[in-house]
């Protein structure tokens, strides 16, 4: 009797929690888009791809000429400073009072074949001396024109050039890659709610059917053509069924839980799954699943940028055990005037050259040990990535091999659970009658769960794998075409 109050108890609770909420019956498509629209992994993938986006912008303004305009308005100072008087010859401290004002306009340009850059600036300044005998003077600068250029073996715009675009195209791959990973979390999901909803109902079914047979047998045993210990036995299925059944409830709704935080919904949706029933004829060309995932797979390129870093860091190092040097020069014209109307007349020229040289003469080793270092990282990187590609090379091929292989293993458990449910109503006709034992019957109902369950099983491998060779290769077989996006949409 306790048992029966706890179950009707708790059907009141389902009852009364499913009417409160709205339902959502949908498909293993529509829950996939539905993640790829709006669940929290799609928008941070999203953000990641727009941060690379941005920064990749950063690199390619680096290399676009930059106009700036730079001044100083005003820069007063009122102080005592030290001076040495000549006619006295002592020092003495004088009081300044002055203040300036400039502004200058610079145009500059990064030249990535020499790593160095070129520019041109204009400026002009006034300077004033404050107090009863003040003065004011004007110095301009109409044009300078100068250039930096290091000289040495490193030139860290030429490997941006080569790593940067390549970092980029890897972003977009990522982020493709990443609603991929959307897409397999989804599954997953899918099928631990749609497991869920499916134990639920059997467990509804085998209480039922427990409740029933578990009546009969009582009766039975009242006229003496069962013994006790079967009557026992079908007790305990009853309450076995009872306690499948509130178990049940409780991981259905863990599942429903889970299922409405990745899609972003509120407690207010109550999702009901529609399993699929059918299956794309598909079977995959290991050749062609490998080129694609050679073409189109974020890992390649992030092996080959480790490549590059690694050469990057070889040269680098390179660099700095030997001389290092920096080529600085300019020419332009000056003038300096009382007055702002001749401050441009009849400007001067004026030129600065100048060579800065860096020399290791003892350092005890450490640019070779720096050299040697980076020489011995960039081998262990060669090795991991030769490694790394004939690994990745495996995992298509094993996985492809998988998928090829689920339409039969589906066939099979989809004729198994006809067949199991079939032999149940029969073993269940057959022990109404007394033909078959308790025995019977409940090998008869196990293998009716088991069967429907490995279906399920079954359905979700069919779709794991499925979705797992389109990550892999970034590439829809069902529809013969490349995974895209949008991706000028992504920064608007």
Partial sequence: MLKKITLLLFSIVCFFTVSSQEIEKLTLNEILELARS?????????????????????????????????????????????????????????????????????LSQNIGLTGGSIFMQSGLTRFDILGTDGSSQYISTPVSIGFIQPISGYNSFKWEKKIEPLKYEEAKQDFLNDLEDVHLKGVNLFFNLALAQQNLEISKVNYSNSDTLFRIAQGRYQIGTIAEDELLQMELRFLNAGNDLRKAGIDLQIREFQMRSFLGFNDNIKIELIIPDEIPELEVDVQ???????????????????????????????????????????????????????????????????????????????????????????????????????????????????????????FSAAKADTIAQKRYEVSKQRFLIGKIDVLDLNVADTEKDVAKREYLSALRNYWTFFYTVRRLTLYDFENDLPVSADFTKLVD
């Fill in 38 to 106: 709006q669940s929290p992994d799609a928008i941070m993938a999203k953000h990641r791809f727009r941060a690379n986006y941005w920064e990749f912008r950063t690199y390619v303004a680096k290399y676009r000429p930059s106009l700036t305009l730079s001044g100083t308005i005003p820069s007063y100072n009122r102080l005592f400073e030290k001076e040495f008087d000549f006619s006295t010859g002592q020092e003495q401290y004088v009081e300044k009072n002055t203040n300036s004002s400039s502004l200058n306009l610079s």
């Fill in 288 to 410: 062609k699943a490998i080129n694609q995932a050679n073409e189109n797979n974020p890992e390649l390129l992030f092996l080959e940028r480790q490549l590059l870093e690694a050469a990057m860091n070889v040269a680098e190092a390179k660099s700095e055990k030997g001389l290092n040097a920096d080529l600085f020069a300019t020419y332009g014209l000056t003038q300096r005037s009382d007055d702002f109307s001749n401050a441009y007349v009849d400007p001067l020229s004026q030129q600065r050259v100048r060579i800065g040289i860096e020399l290791p003469i003892v350092d005890w080793g450490l640019g070779k040990g720096r050299y040697k270092m980076a020489q011995s990282s960039q081998e262990v990187v060669k090795t991991t990535v030769q490694q790394a590609r004939v690994d990745f090379e495996q995992n298509i091929f094993l996985n492809v091999a998988q998928f090829n292989l689920q339409d039969d293993q589906l």
